[in-house]
Nanobody, 117 residues
């Protein structure tokens, strides 16, 4: 499975971005999916996850109330709507299987999000 994240960019604090992650292969709809981020010098962390059918979501405390994860199984795509962005949200964002999944696909290049103060 290949993962192609897009939608990142440079935005001022308080702004919004919508990230997309398109996947290849035919197993997307059976998997819990997650968004992750990695800031310079820091470990990759889980940001949000969504159940295979989309009815259940979970968020890191740092983004709760500001980020919304969603998915379209017909398009094999997962989204991350980010609002009220803060400089500390600056990172490369990736999608992959959910944080408790027992396997990961190859990470792909991710998409850079830079929030200026």
């Amino acid at each position: 499975v290949q993962l192609q994240a897009s939608g990142g960019g440079l935005v001022q604090a308080g702004g919004s971005l919508r990230l997309s992650c398109a996947t290849s292969g035919n197993t997307f709809s059976r998997n819990v999916m997650g968004w992750y981020r990695q800031a310079p010098g820091k470990q990759r962390e889980s940001v949000a996850s969504i159940s295979s059918g989309g009815s259940s979501t979970d968020y890191a405390d740092s983004v709760k109330g500001r980020f919304t994860i969603s998915r379209d199984n017909a398009k094999d795509t997962v989204y991350l709507q980010m609002t009220s962005l803060k400089p500390e949200d600056t990172a490369v964002y990736y999608c992959n299987t959910g944080p408790t999944s027992y396997y990961r696909w190859s990470w792909g290049q991710g998409t850079q999000v830079t929030v200026s103060s």
